[in-house]
């Protein structure tokens, strides 16, 4: 009995000690020096910005981006998974890449208006058939 009651007092005691209320003092606090240094600015190199568009259906989706960056362009679609199959799954099948553009043609451009010496040069009579033997 002398045993438990002993055990008793010192939870009692240590309990005590853990519940006594901090000091309301604030804490000390360190005071940090603040450094000039100059700002480092990073600009890009002009005319290498690139130009994105993006074509959304109705429903607000994004269903094409074109990407124009310096000479290149290319456009992403989303791979819209067959079914219920969602995105990294193995029935969505493997990820879609990128579609380059390579050479593109104006086909339907208006010509540009010849000067008069080009004009003059397209006048000019056909150059003697070659003389048959």
Known sequence: MKRISLILLTLVAHAAIAQS????????????EEVAEDPITVTAKPGTEGKITERRDNSG???????????????LRPNHPAGTALPG???SGSPRGAQ????????????????DDEAV?????????????
Do not use: C, R
């Open 89 to 91: 799954d193995a029935m």
């Open 61 to 75: 989706n994004v269903t094409e981006t074109t990407v124009k960056s310096g000479p290149s362009t290319y456009t």
């Open 21 to 32: 209320t901090p000091s309301q003092a604030p804490p000390k606090l360190e005071k940090i």
């Open 100 to 115: 380059w553009t390579v050479l593109e043609f104006d086909i339907g451009k208006k010509k540009k208006k010849t000067t």
């Open 121 to 133: 040069q397209d006048n000019a009579p056909p150059p003697p058939a070659p003389t048959v033997k």
